[in-house]
T-cell receptor
Framework: DADVTQTPRNRITKTGKRIMLECSQT?????MYWYRQDPGLGLRLIYY???????NKGEISDGYSVSRQAQAKFSLSLESAIPNQTALYFC????????????FGSGTRLTIV | QKEVEQNSGPLSVPEGAIASLNCTYS??????FFWYRQYSGKSPELIMF????GDKEDGRFTAQLNKASQYVSLLIRDSQPSDSATYLC???????????FGAGTTVTVRA
């Protein structure tokens, strides 16, 4: 099994719908992250969590919310999806000092129509 | 100014040549630096990390770090078509150890 699992892998949904992307990890790490990736813009941080009770906004949190249900689970929600949220979304995890960098999930390709 | 800047590319190199990718960072206190390879539509994969000034070699990859110049580079020797990908540079932020990523450089190795 993968160290970081994201579901769904692909999703097409309509404008205005609520959607949840889920992430689970088996690395035993406290730190988890959500990024979106758009062509030419690289990875942009949406939210991050340093432990179950510590959740922080990243550089582009507007329109998104998160829930850290357990050490291993970190979900991202789009409350009312809009087309410019169409992107590739990645979840990642790291040890506290990131000595070994981040481990990424396989990504969710989200299309809002 | 972005925290991590990469030469935008795309970079096209012939098979067997050396591909050279560059990265600069703004947080002078950053201690750790990472290179990720990302194939189209796939997740980033860590290929190199470096903490100390100088060179670090791993197979056909060499990472170079110059903290005084706030500069990190990645050399890919004997480039192969399978090296065609986007390469992301990342640096640790000193305040909380989050990674800042560059926008990536796309490399195409032509046969």
């Amino acid at each position: 099994d993968a160290d970081v699992t994201q579901t769904p892998r692909n999703r097409i949904t309509k404008t205005g719908k609520r959607i949840m992307l889920e992430c689970s990890q088996t690395k035993g790490h406290d730190r988890m992250y959500w990024y979106r990736q758009d062509p030419g813009l690289g990875l942009r941080l949406i939210y991050y969590s340093f432990d179950v009770k510590d959740i922080n906004k990243g550089e582009i949190s507007d329109g998104y919310s998160v829930s850290r249900q357990a050490q291993a689970k970190f979900s991202l929600s789009l409350e009312s999806a809009i087309p410019n949220q169409t992107a590739l979304y990645f979840c990642a995890t790291s040890d506290p000092h990131g000595v070994w960098g981040y481990t990424f999930g396989s990504g969710t390709r989200l299309t809002i129509v | 100014q972005k925290e991590v800047e990469q030469n935008s590319g795309p970079l096209s190199v012939p098979e067997g040549a050396i591909a050279s990718l560059n990265c600069t960072y703004s947080d002078r206190g950053s201690q750790s630096f990472f290179w990720y390879r990302q194939y189209s539509g796939k997740s980033p994969e860590l290929i190199m990390f470096i903490y100390s000034n100088g060179d670090k070699e791993d197979g056909r990859f060499t990472a170079q770090l110059n903290k005084a110049s706030q500069y990190v580079s990645l050399l890919i020797r004997d480039s192969q078509p399978s090296d065609s990908a986007t390469y992301l540079c990342a640096a640790h932020q000193t305040n909380d150890y989050k990674l800042s990523f560059g926008a990536g450089t796309t490399v195409t190795v032509r046969a």
